[in-house]
Nanobody
Framework: QVQLVESGGGLVQAGGSLRLSCTVSGRTFGWYAMGWFRRAPGNERESVAAISHNGGRTYYADFVKGRFTISRDNAKNTVYLQMNSLKPEDTANYYC?????????????????WGQGTQVTVSS
């Protein structure tokens, strides 16, 4: 029974910051990679960031490099996404997912359990 619960979304002005959290239960969290993804209205789901099981490797989509940081605290079974310099085009429902292995990946096929999402809205 794997469950992922996101939190931390909200409404911010352009240029602002948010920190998203995702807490996992039902799986040995420290064994697996984690990822953040998002879906904006009318768009397909896209990869945002990924982190290996021990935090040793991270990947970012080009459109968030230099603005977003993914991190994890295995003692808390939690992965984070720090989002700075937010833009209106970042508006989306943000989802976390747990990987099939320890290896970080931006390929959505490498994830098998997904959270319910948390809404991020960035105003102009």
């Amino acid at each position: 029974q794997v469950q992922l619960v996101e939190s931390g979304g909200g409404l911010v002005q352009a240029g602002g910051s948010l920190r998203l959290s995702c807490t996992v239960s039902g799986r040995t969290f420290g064994w697996y990679a984690m990822g953040w993804f998002r879906r904006a209205p009318g768009n397909e789901r896209e990869s945002v960031a990924a982190i290996s099981h021990n935090g040793g490797r991270t990947y970012y989509a080009d459109f968030v490099k230099g603005r977003f940081t993914i991190s994890r605290d295995n003692a808390k079974n939690t992965v984070y996404l720090q989002m700075n310099s937010l833009k209106p085009e970042d508006t989306a429902n943000y989802y976390c997912a747990i990987g099939r292995s320890a290896t970080a990946s931006l390929n959505q096929i490498d994830y098998n359990y997904w959270g319910q999402g948390t809404q991020v809205t960035v105003s102009s």
